[in-house]
Structures are given as structure tokens and as C-alpha cells.
């Protein structure tokens, strides 16, 4: 069953607009990490947010999480074309030792 | 250091073939992981090892088999294919299993597998 949602399902913007997707989800997590997919690749880690944090950055990515609401967004500043891609969160159980539970992704389109 | 490497990259099979896709990775890394993914369904766990000599069921094991051959490589076999098994196959691997930091999951390209 999946665990995380992601929001909207697909997303178009300009080149110089900052893109936000959003990820809900069910139970009690140990952390929430976020994944890229590019057209027919594999996914690439993003960055990874811990169930005590409220915000952390990575260069242009900019991650909340707020454990009230069960809900994480991801915010990518100023994208580029090459930003076009898949944007998977995934979510780590509280009980810790187990495995992750993807969303269904969001497919973002940056146009030039 | 090349990561996880899967082969093949694509394959046809007729309906009752069956086939072992392949996946090796160089990383040392303890865990390893096997993922379908159809549109609109994300990403769907088939098998996962924990560590050399185990493996487990995950979301979607139904039709499939898997071998942990040693700590490097960690083959997913379809005994008899059937077209539902139409898909892209993802494989993972990560240092550990436990949900601390440090243990995010690091993907091979895929296999794009068309049932007849």
C-alpha cells in the first residue's frame, strides 16, 4: 500500500520559476527522503528530512516537514530545464528497521 | 565505481518463459531491494534482502523469486511470465535497512520487460 502522496501529480513552469510539490502521508515515520527520476533512469536521492527536523536545504532544494499534518513539501528555487523530471518522496516507518514506501510522484516540466 | 548495474536492459518474453534479471552492485553496501514500477502506480517493492543470506517478501512478491548470490549481487527471477508482468524493474541498494540517515537507496537503470 503506499504510504506517501504526492501532490500535484504533474506540474508545469518556466525556466526562472520556483517549483513546490507536496507529499502526505499516513503513519508515524522515522524520516521522509525525497528522490528524482529522470525520463527511463533510475532514481537519484534528493535529500532525506528526520521526523525531528522542520526544514533542511540542499542548494536550490528546500524540504519541510510537519509531522502534524503528516505532509512534506519539496521546493525546487529558480529551476532549469534540467529539473524536468519525476519527484518521488518515500517514507521510513517509525519502528525504523524496515523498508521504504514511495509515493506515486510528481512529474515536474520546466520549459525553457 | 559504477554503482548498481542491471542487465538486461530490455527483454520480450512470450507468456510462460522465464527469465532472471541481474543486478550487482559495488558499493559494499549490506541491503538490496527489487521494485516494479507501472504509470500511475509509483514504485512497488517485489523483494528485498537485508543482508547477505536473507531475503523477504515486499508489497508484490506473487510470481517471482529472488537469490542474494553474496553481498554483491542480487538476481530477481520470473519463473513463468505472464503479461501483468509487464513493467520497468528497478533494483536498489542501500548500507542498511534500518531508517537512519545514511541508508537512503542508490538505483540501478532499470530493465524494461514486455510479456507477449
Known amino acids: 500500500s503506499q504510504q506517501g502522496e504526492e501532490d500535484p501529480q504533474a506540474l508545469s513552469i518556466q525556466e526562472g520559476e520556483n517549483a513546490t510539490m507536496n507529499c502526505s502521508y499516513k503513519t508515524s515515520i522515522n524520516n521522509l527522503q525525497w528522490y528524482r527520476q529522470n525520463s527511463g533512469r533510475g532514481l537519484v536521492h534528493l535529500i532525506l528530512i528526520r521526523s525531528n527536523e522542520r526544514e533542511k536545504h540542499s542548494g536550490r532544494l528546500r524540504v519541510t516537514l510537519d509531522t502534524s499534518k503528516k505532509s512534506s513539501s519539496l521546493l525546487i528555487t529558480a529551476s532549469r530545464a534540467a529539473d524536468t523530471a519525476s519527484y518521488f518522496c518515500a517514507t521510513a516507518p517509525w519502528s525504523g528497521y524496515s523498508t521504504l514506501t514511495f509515493g506515486k510522484g510528481t512529474m515536474l516540466l520546466v520549459s525553457p | 565505481n559504477a554503482g548498481v548495474t542491471q542487465t538486461p536492459k530490455f527483454q520480450v518474453l512470450k507468456t510462460g518463459q522465464s527469465m532472471t534479471l541481474q543486478c550487482a552492485q559495488d558499493m559494499n553496501h549490506n541491503s538490496m531491494y527489487w521494485y516494479r514500477q507501472d504509470p500511475g502506480m509509483g514504485l512497488r517493492l517485489i523483494y528485498y534482502s537485508a543482508s547477505e543470506g536473507t531475503t523477504d517478501k515486499g508489497e508484490v512478491p506473487n510470481g517471482y523469486n529472488v537469490s542474494r548470490l553474496n553481498k554483491r549481487e542480487f538476481s530477481l527471477r520470473l519463473e513463468s511470465a505472464a503479461p501483468s508482468q509487464t513493467s520497468v524493474y528497478f533494483c536498489?541498494?542501500?548500507?542498511?535497512?534500518?531508517?537512519?540517515?545514511?541508508?537512503?537507496?542508490?538505483f540501478g537503470p532499470g530493465t524494461r520487460l514486455t510479456v507477449l
Open positions: 536498489a541498494s542501500s548500507k542498511g535497512l534500518g531508517a537512519g540517515e545514511g541508508n537512503e537507496q542508490f
